[in-house]
Each structure stands twice: as structure tokens, then as C-alpha cells.
């Protein structure tokens, strides 16, 4: 399968409370870099597997109609294929695109320090096979990676993951913040998510908001999974995550992930390696079951799989894959080599997941990402009956 890189793609479980109130809402723990709501989207948002690009089976995209019907915001649209890309951009130079109707967040260029932009998200793409039906695959960017997951009296368990994504309105302006709501639904329309996207000045924002219709509670697990470009591993430190408690898990695989066909080679340091067997059980766990199960290589020791972080400067050098249970709601990546940092920040999850391919790949190349994920792995959110839940990750640009 041949590999292209397109400047068109540039251009479980936490359990919460049930709440006896109609809706839930979780006070946001990011202040510094609020999501800016726009009057013309709806005033009550609150809070996967996704299949490729070239193969969702989905209605017609209408560009011209969307064009027509969502113009005016700083927002274009543009077919693609079978695909809509969607670009938002502000007058400072800020640049965001989207594809419908995966959700695939593509690109996210910002002005830097130096007066230029820089690309901040990595994402490949593959000319397909024939078992792919041929086209486009695109992965890493931004997506969701969720399940939702519940008892029903009369269906029994249930269990849904938004694939299809559907464009429900945009906001804003170019002088000021652009926000572009999708929302996905599933059979009987009971389990909505609406996925919220806002770019500002210094900042993109990915906002879910789970809303649950039914008449009893609701399990969501997965994770908001963003692959952050750098120019290698090796000099690449996530900075702030001192004391922080982790546990070492297989790294978190769907359609749309970006993983080395070596990183399942044994390494050196056991707590950062998994064998084949470990890797074979990831690929029917993370992302295709539930995420506990079969995800822990039972050969290592239990010290060898859950540590704490004993420096502020943690170097990704090398191959790692962790889900921190107790770091802090905002911490950086620095990048040495672009001589640039992003900011995340996080809301609504309790859970980190910090995945780096290591720096044993070709510099500037396919594997020169460190994937950052806001997550409920380990623990699952509950969601109340007729209430709803909001998390949000944060890519905030402080190289202006």
C-alpha cells in the first residue's frame, strides 16, 4: 500500500454520581481556555471505531447546499471524493479543517513566534486496496474513539459508537472564534453526541457532549485521540507531569490510529514493551471490546505496569504507551527540533492516555507524532437517565 503525505490533509472507567437533575453538567476545569459559545448554536450543549474515509457508507453530501446554508462564519466547504472537507479560518492566520462524515479533524496551522504558521496535527494518507475499496485512507488528526454502552428491558444490553457524523450548525466569526457542531445519533435516536469544534486565536478545541434519552444509566468509554506532529521523539519532552500516576497499557488502535507495524517488538524496558501475544489481544480489546479486557501483557510483574512520574521533563525518546490516572488538567509538549510547544488542557475526564512511537523511526516522517488522548479507559463514565455529559480536550498555541 503506497504512502502519500497531502497538503490537502494538512490544509474503562471513571464512575461519576448519577444526578438526579435533568442535566448533568461538569464545571469546567480548563478556565484559561474556555470554548466561546456562539448564540446561533444551541444554548444547552454540554457533554468509536471510526471507519475510513474512502469507505463510510453515508447519503450525498450537499456541499453547494452547505455552502449556501452555513456561509457568512469563516467557514468553507469543499467535496472531496465521497467526503466533505470543512475549513475554518480566522483573520490572525489560525487554520482548522474537518472531513465529513467521519469527524476527522485533519489540520490545525497556527502563527508562531516567528510570523509563519505551523502545522501542529499529523496525519497521513494511503492509497487504499482493493479489499478498502480503493481511495483515500486518511488517519491521525483528531477523532473519537467511543462507546457508549447500557442495559435495555426490552433490547438487552446495548452497545453504539457514532460513525456517521452529521453537520448541525456554525457559529461565529473570522475576526473572532469559529465553531463548527456535528451530532450523531444512534437507531432509536435515545444516545446522541454532539462533537463541537472551536477554533480561536490560540487555540482548537474537540468538545463532546453524551446525551442520554433513556430511561437508564449509560457507560461511555474511549477517548478523544490526537496525533501532535513533531519533528521526532527524541526531542520531544511532555513537561508538568511530575507525581503523576500512570499505568503501562497497549496503545489505544482504531481505524483512524497511527501505529509502527514494530511496536509490538520487545524492548529493553519492560515497562514500556509488549510482546505478540499482548499486541494480538490489543487489537480485539481497545478497539474493538471492551477496553479491559485482554489489553495487559500478563507476563510482567504488577510493578512493572503502574509507576509514577519522578521529573517534570519526560523525555519520548522512547516507545511508550500510558493511561495517567491522577496528572494535571493542562501540561505541555515541547518540541526542541520545530522549537515549538502545545498546551493541552482537558475537561470532564479524569484520565490521560501519552502514546509516542519512539524515536527509532526516520525524522519528519510517517511516525513523527506523540499521540495524546483526554480518556475514560479505565474506568467508564456513567451518564443519569434523561441527563448528559461534557468533556473537552484543548490545543492551546502559546508561540504567538
Not at 467521519?102 to 499529523?122: N, Q, R, V
Not at 435516536?189 to 474537540?206: E, F, G, N, P, R
Not at 490521560?352 to 523511526?361: A, C, D, E, T
Request: glycine share 8%.
Amino acid at each position: 500500500m503506497a504512502m502519500v503525505h497531502s497538503s490537502i490533509i494538512s490544509s474503562i472507567f471513571i464512575h461519576l454520581q448519577p444526578s438526579t437533575n435533568s442535566i448533568t453538567k461538569i464545571d469546567s476545569y480548563f478556565p484559561n481556555f474556555p470554548i466561546k459559545s456562539h448564540s446561533n448554536l444551541n444554548a444547552h450543549r454540554r457533554n468509536f471505531r471510526l471507519p475510513r474515509v474512502a469507505s463510510i457508507p453515508h447519503p450525498p453530501i450537499n456541499v453547494d447546499y452547505l455552502e449556501t446554508e452555513f456561509s457568512g462564519h469563516g467557514a468553507s466547504f469543499t467535496s472531496l471524493g465521497e467526503s466533505c472537507v470543512v475549513r475554518m479560518s480566522l483573520d490572525n492566520g489560525s487554520v482548522a479543517t474537518l472531513m465529513l462524515p467521519s469527524g476527522l479533524i485533519t489540520s490545525y496551522k497556527a502563527p508562531m513566534w516567528h510570523g509563519g504558521l505551523l502545522e501542529l496535527l499529523h496525519t497521513s494518507v494511503s492509497e487504499g486496496d482493493d479489499d478498502d475499496g480503493g481511495g483515500a485512507v486518511i488517519r491521525g488528526g483528531v477523532s473519537l474513539a467511543f462507546r457508549c454502552e447500557g442495559d435495555d428491558e426490552e433490547n438487552g444490553e446495548i452497545s453504539w459508537s457514532p460513525n456517521i457524523w452529521s453537520l448541525r450548525n456554525v457559529g461565529g466569526s473570522p475576526q473572532e472564534s469559529i465553531q463548527v457542531e456535528l451530532i450523531g445519533s444512534n437507531s432509536d435516536h435515545k444516545i446522541q453526541i454532539k462533537h463541537i469544534v472551536t477554533l480561536q486565536h490560540d487555540a482548537l478545541s474537540s468538545e463532546i457532549v453524551i446525551i442520554n434519552l433513556r430511561s437508564s444509566s449509560l457507560r461511555l468509554m474511549g477517548s478523544i485521540i490526537g496525533h501532535l506532529a513533531v519533528s521526532t521523539p527524541e526531542a520531544t519532552y511532555a513537561v508538568g507531569l511530575e507525581s503523576s500516576n500512570y499505568f503501562v497499557k497497549p496503545p489505544i488502535f482504531s481505524n483512524f490510529s497511527i501505529i509502527p507495524p514494530d511496536f509490538s517488538k520487545n524492548d529493553s524496558d519492560s515497562r514500556n514493551s509488549w510482546g505478540p501475544t499482548a499486541f494480538k489481544q490489543l487489537l480485539s480489546g481497545w478497539g474493538a471490546g471492551n477496553p479491559s479486557d485482554g489489553c495487559e501483557n500478563k507476563g510482567q510483574k504488577d510493578e512493572e505496569m503502574e509507576g509514577e512520574e519522578d521529573g517534570n521533563y519526560k523525555h519520548l525518546t522512547d516507545k511508550l504507551s500510558l493511561i495517567y490516572t491522577s496528572a494535571p488538567r493542562s501540561f505541555t509538549i515541547m518540541d526542541r527540533g520545530k522549537r515549538n510547544s502545545v498546551v493541552l488542557g482537558r475537561e470532564g475526564f479524569n484520565e490521560l492516555y501519552l502514546f509516542s512511537p519512539g524515536s527509532s523511526h526516520k525524522a519528519y516522517g510517517k511516525y513523527s507524532y506523540i499521540c495524546i488522548g483526554q480518556a475514560a479507559l479505565l474506568k467508564p463514565v456513567t451518564i443519569a437517565p434523561k441527563s448528559e455529559w461534557r468533556g473537552v480536550q484543548h490545543l492551546h498555541n502559546p508561540n504567538l
